[in-house]
């Protein structure tokens, strides 16, 4: 059980929890996780953490297929530019290892952005806040839990 996990247990939101064996060597853990799942890669999303230019942090969820837009995120998030953060701030204010970090549950709940693609789709997956395990909701649910905003932040179509 991961905080994310509890996260949507309490709240009681329609959630699945999907579990796979996490491959060590592997080069992108979204993408493993879109192909060990058999889930299109739209509609699995990575959770990113980015540090803005007053350095407060920031999360944006987006798609494992495409890219996090910098620029777009800090237009979102109110601030001029944005880079991504330190592994180490990263694992420190979320509580998660990388490859495992969640939007749910983290120690230090950052606002987020989720990309507006999510809105396509009636249910995402996202980390679970373990690498190998999965839940999938709809993002509805996931914007309301973290009370996020939607906003156009991939790099690329």
């Known amino acids: ?3 994310a996990i509890e996260i949507a ?16 060597n592997s080069e992108s853990y979204g993408l493993e996780a879109a192909q060990k799942l058999g889930v299109p890669t739209e509609q699995v999303f990575k959770t990113l953490v980015v540090s803005l230019d007053n350095q407060a ?7 494992v297929s495409s890219m996090l837009s910098m620029k ?7 601030a ?3 880079h991504m953060a330190e592994a180490l701030v990263v ?7 990388l490859g495992g ?15 507006i693609s999510a809105q396509q789709h009636q249910r995402i997956y996202i980390s679970a806040g373990k690498r190998g395990v999965d839940i999938s909701l709809s993002p509805a649910d996931l914007q309301r839990l973290l009370k996020a905003t939607f906003a156009d932040i991939c790099a690329q179509r």
């Open 1 to 3: 059980m991961t905080p």
């Open 57 to 63: 942090l920031v999360v944006g969820v987006v798609p």
């Open 101 to 115: 970090v969640s939007p749910l549950g983290q120690k230090k709940p950052l606002p987020t952005v989720i990309d």
């Open 91 to 97: 694992e420190r204010s979320s509580g998660y290892v």
């Open 80 to 82: 001029k530019k944005a």
């Open 72 to 78: 777009l995120i800090a237009k979102a998030a109110g």
């Open 9 to 24: 247990k309490k709240h009681k939101i329609d959630f699945e929890v999907h579990e796979y064996h996490h491959d060590t």
